[in-house]
């Protein structure tokens, strides 16, 4: 389990943005001694829905 500011240091984001992600129930987290931890596997689907493919042109 990571906490907000180990995933903050992981995504190269601020930690806000994690407390906001979370807020907005788009990372699960779950609350310890009002501390939130995030799973590995809660953090991997993350970055899954916001992984968007590439798409490669090629020439006509």
């Known amino acids: 389990m ?7 240091e992981f995504l190269r984001v601020s930690r806000q943005t994690v407390q906001s992600e979370i807020k907005r129930g788009a990372l699960q987290a779950i609350c ?3 501390v939130f931890r995030i799973s590995e596997k809660q953090l991997n689907e993350y970055i899954e ?3 968007t493919p590439l798409k490669v042109s090629r020439p006509n």
């Open 2 to 8: 990571k906490t907000i500011k180990e995933v903050a």
């Open 49 to 51: 829905r916001q992984t």
């Open 32 to 34: 310890i001694r009002s």
